[in-house]
């Protein structure tokens, strides 16, 4: 089913975006027309790379895609708003993302009743796959090329200093 007009928001930390994020966004933009990707700045996180850093390996990596990158503090709904959207993207991976996402779904739609929240399924081969994964595997010089773009693999390679 083809949104007509539709934006979607992809929010999320990205502190580095995996092969699982964009499995994500690649069958996003088979539902929506188009595709923000917001950057979180959430300092909170303790993220490796900054918020720039993080917008333009996600720009690398999705070149030639139908996307917006972008970031945002404060409340996500405030930022859909903002950007006329009212549909935010969440990508699942086990039963424990369940538990968390499905009470920010509810709060979302508690703080602004026009929001929708989709859930996409990560694809089986990513299942196990989270950021701070590969920031261990790569803290400790394991091979990355599973769960990152080759381009972010590098960076964070270099970042880490190995």
Known sequence: M????KIAIYAGT????????VDIIKRALKIFDRLIIAVGENPGKKPLFSVAERMQMIQQVTKGMKI???SFHGLLVDYAKKKNSSILIRSLRAVSDFDYEFQMS?????????IETVFLMTDKEYFFLSSGLAKD???KNGKLESMLPSLVAKKL???LGN
């Open 2 to 5: 083809q949104g007509k007009n």
């Open 14 to 21: 990205f502190d580095p975006i995996t092969l699982g994020h």
């Open 68 to 70: 917006t990158v972008d």
């Open 106 to 114: 509810i709060l979302n739609r508690q703080l602004d009743s026009k």
């Open 137 to 139: 595997v790569a803290a």
């Open 157 to 159: 390679r270099q970042k």
